[in-house]
């Protein structure tokens, strides 16, 4: 069986820039946003490696939390952007929520949660909150 030679190509980055994708706000869009994160991962490997095993899933996992806090406390659609910069991934979730972010206190007999915007602050080389007058964007800086 001959190989598709296309596979192996490096893409460039213009092929790999930005994706950009919206979600109507579901919870079941929260396992659809990370596995649209994965193929833009997979786009990215393709043409420049992560510089360390563990990236990729540190962006997924953040992935994941930014979609989860949208769906629970940001009511209506989400999109999600990113981006390839110098040394990383820029991930932007957009929402409908004006209500910035905030970390709360981690109780585990009541329930968990808590921990998700600690857990981003953790993994991420930066994040910032831009408040629009329609919701806000969270900006997490990842290396790759």
Known sequence: MASDPSWDKKLSRQEIDT???????QLRNVTDARLTAEGYLSLLARASPPSAAEYWDDIL???TELAANSVQYAPGPFELQMRRTYDGVHVTVRDSSTTPPA???F???EGGGGIGWHLIHTLCDQVSVVV????KD???FLPW
Do not use: E, M, Q
């Open 61 to 63: 996992l953040v992935v």
């Open 138 to 140: 969270v900006h997490a």
């Open 107 to 109: 109780h585990p007999k």
């Open 103 to 105: 970390p709360r206190p």
């Open 19 to 25: 994706l950009t994708s919206a979600f109507a706000g």
């Open 132 to 135: 629009r007058p329609d919701g």
